[in-house]
């Protein structure tokens, strides 16, 4: 069966999960920690991605993101191919490091993001890297310890997480110490991780009230919510699909949008799918970027290739164009020639 398509937005809450290969250690030693440390930190900052929990451990890791200027498929492939060819040279290694292609779970956040944090941060103590909570609090590898303040760094948003207990941090910090503590005897959670059906109707007991009722149960192995919420997400997938395919229907396609960028700060076209640093070229190839990946809704990958660059000189540029006011001026007089609703 085909993989489904990722679901993804300004705004979306995403669990991803990573796994090595055949459950493999890609973490050997604190360097390799260190390494992927930086590498994400660097990453996140870059796009202006937040982040508020994370967990390595040995052989996978945790992240709960939020997507921002950059989708994050492109955030995720700049950071794994990175960190494995870092690792393969390390390691003097050769081959595929990460199982298959990430897991990413778009999530209903008034429900479950206090739960996520959760279960993210207690991964370590779980998994056995660590004894109990005091020791949690020290561990380097999990973002617990920046919110307890035994660790900083500045691309995880601790500040966001402690707002959810109190206005004070000190108050925030004491009522979120608790709320972990009470979820050491939760068990694995499931329902928060796999079964998409289940998952999405918000764990067994959940499903089985809906199954036996009269409720229509909507759900899919990409999407942590509830039924409505599901629902709404698929539908505003669909209707991203929809835009694109309306737009080339109508003749608007990636080639239109290099001619007429071009036209904009005339320029010769070629100057937008060449390697030239020219200020003015370098502005219109960021917001040709910006309107493929954003309005068009093409991936970073396929703009990559017929531009001839980097996916993540993609996902740099998208960032550009979007806040370039010239932008919204060229899709509106594509919009208006083409008569395409946004």
Avoid at 17 to 45: C, M, P, T, W
Avoid at 167 to 193: D, H, N, Q, S, W
Avoid at 257 to 283: G, P, T, Y
Avoid at 288 to 314: H, N, Q, W, Y
Wanted: aromatic residues 10%; charged residues 25%; contains cysteine.
């Amino acid at each position: 069966m085909p993989r489904k398509a990722r679901i993804d937005a300004p705004g979306a809450l995403h669990h991803i999960i990573i796994r090595g290969i055949e459950r493999r250690y890609i973490f050997r030693d604190s360097l390799d920690y260190q390494n992927f440390l930086k590498r994400l930190g660097s990453i996140l900052s870059e796009t202006v991605t937040p982040c508020f929990a994370w967990t390595l451990m040995p052989n996978h890791i945790h992240l709960l993101l939020r997507t921002g200027y950059v989708p994050v498929s492109l955030i995720m492939r700049r950071l794994l191919t990175g960190y494995a060819q870092q690792f393969n040279r390390r390691h003097r290694r050769h081959g595929q490091l990460f199982q298959n292609r990430f897991k990413s779970i778009l999530c209903e956040e008034d429900i479950y993001f206090l739960e996520l944090v959760r279960y993210i941060h207690l991964n370590p103590l779980r998994g056995k890297i660590v004894e109990n909570l005091q020791q949690l609090k020290s561990h380097p590898y999990s973002g617990h310890g920046v919110i307890m303040n035994a660790f900083k760094n500045g691309w995880q948003d601790k500040d966001y997480v402690l707002r959810m207990f109190a206005t004070k941090t000190g108050a925030a910090r004491k009522y979120y110490e608790e709320f972990i503590a009470k979820g050491v005897g939760l068990g694995r959670r499931p329902e928060l991780v796999g079964g998409g059906l289940i998952r999405s109707a918000g764990g067994w007991s959940a499903f089985k009230a809906l199954r036996s009722g009269a409720s229509r149960i909507m759900g899919d192995e990409r999407i942590l919510g509830s039924s409505s919420f599901v629902e709404e997400v698929i539908k505003q997938a669909n209707e991203g699909y929809e835009q694109r395919t309306l737009a080339e229907s109508q003749g608007l396609d990636f080639d239109i949008i290099i001619c007429e960028v071009a036209n904009h700060f005339e320029i010769d076209q070629h100057l937008l799918k060449s390697a030239s640093k020219q200020r003015k070229a370098s502005q219109a190839k960021s917001i040709a970027c910006f309107l493929a990946v954003d309005r068009l809704k093409m991936t970073g990958r396929e703009v990559a290739r017929r531009i001839g660059v980097s996916p993540s000189a993609v996902s740099k540029a998208t960032i550009r164009g979007r806040s370039d006011s010239s932008s919204e001026v060229i899709w509106e007089k594509l919009s208006a020639y083409k008569q395409l609703i946004k």
